[in-house]
């Protein structure tokens, strides 16, 4: 009797050991909350069918001077959510959000013109730093350090945005621009490559407890390329297992998101194994796509087999595209009963 007490103990405290040595993922719909959209923060963390946020914020607004950082941004949605019952994934965006700093410390900075018709719209000039500079990716690493000194112990933070080296938005691991522009500034795949690689690493040892999520891509100056998306994110999965969260930020509606088109494949692939969530091409309430058109890109997102689903909270201010939303989720909880 005494012997099966003590094997009793053994395996129960083995079991809290090994489930407590286990990173808890994120599940569900998260709205994205952008630096000026935080305002609704309080409202949205209300509503039982939201069940966390993902927060992207510029660097020049969490960093406006060389060590001098503002979280009032962050510790507002980190609280909203704590108070609520809910979870939030982290990312500060560099690319075109870096504060000017940046460029006096000796980051290199690279100008083209962005074109998009998605998420705020339109054609200007643009300019961020080289997404491969030594400098670049030593600030960005100073930054995960504080910010990991910070929130890393917070369990409300289940997840941080592996970001850095992109141009448009800091987020995505694609370089699309000509290829004339990517010779003048000295592209090659393997320097990209190494650049998420640092940031992977920088952001995982400031992050110990958390997962990391981190956005695919395939659009590169040579057109659709699998290649450097593939070889980061096996890399990832070799190194840091379950802990990798996969991301793709353009779920849609639209037909060619499917298995068989590439940007969806090197998404959805290796699915099971790696985690991986989905995060709405455009803002859908904005654009004047139908509350259906919604629902639809979110059961496509579900049906192709995503664990979570990022929607802008944008689309929470329009009452049809809200109950679309609700909807969905409600029927997602049903079937993983």
């Avoid at 982290?90 to 083209?112: I, M, S, T």
């Avoid at 995505?172 to 592209?187: K, L, S």
């Avoid at 353009?250 to 989905?278: C, K, M, S």
């Amino acid at each position: 009797m005494k012997l099966w007490s003590i094997l009793y103990l053994f395996l129960t405290v083995s079991g809290i050991a090994s489930c407590a040595g286990e990173i808890p993922g994120h599940s569900g719909i998260y709205a994205v909350i952008r630096g000026g959209s935080v305002d609704r923060v309080e409202a949205a963390a209300k509503l039982p069918y939201i069940d966390g946020f993902t927060l992207y914020l510029g660097v020049r607004a969490l960093v406006p001077e060389k060590s001098v950082y503002d979280w009032s941004r962050v510790d507002r949605v980190i609280k909203a959510a704590r108070d609520n019952g809910k979870k939030v994934n982290l990312g500060f965006l560099p690319g075109r959000w870096v504060p000017d700093w940046f460029y006096a410390e000796g980051v290199q900075k690279f100008r083209w013109i962005h074109e998009t018709d998605l998420v705020d719209p339109g054609r200007h000039d643009a300019a961020a730093p080289v997404p491969w500079d030594p400098k670049l990716l030593e600030l960005l690493g100073e930054i995960c350090r504080e910010a990991g000194e910070r929130y890393a112990g917070d369990p409300a933070v289940v997840s941080v945005q592996v970001t850095g080296p992109a141009l448009a938005n800091g987020l995505e691991t694609n370089f699309n621009v000509r290829p004339a522009e990517a010779e003048a500034v000295g592209y090659t795949p393997e320097k990209l490559i190494s650049a998420w690689q640092t940031m992977f690493d920088a952001t995982a040892a400031a992050f110990p407890n958390q997962r990391l999520s981190w956005c695919i891509h395939d659009m590169f100056p040579n057109g659709r390329d699998a290649k450097p998306g593939r070889a980061i994110r096996d890399w990832a999965y070799r190194k840091y297992g379950s802990r990798l969260h996969l991301l793709a930020c353009y779920l849609t509606h639209e037909p060619w998101f499917r298995r068989g088109n590439q940007a969806v494949d090197i998404w959805a692939e290796r699915n099971a194994e790696i985690p991986a969530g989905l995060q709405l091409i455009n803002i859908y309430a904005i654009r004047k796509y139908t509350p259906e058109q919604l629902e639809q890109a979110l059961r496509t997102g579900i049906r192709e087999g995503a664990d979570y689903l990022e929607i802008f909270i944008e689309e929470l201010s329009d009452p049809a595209c809200a109950a679309a939303v609700e909807k969905v989720r409600n029927d997602w909880k049903g079937m993983q009963k």
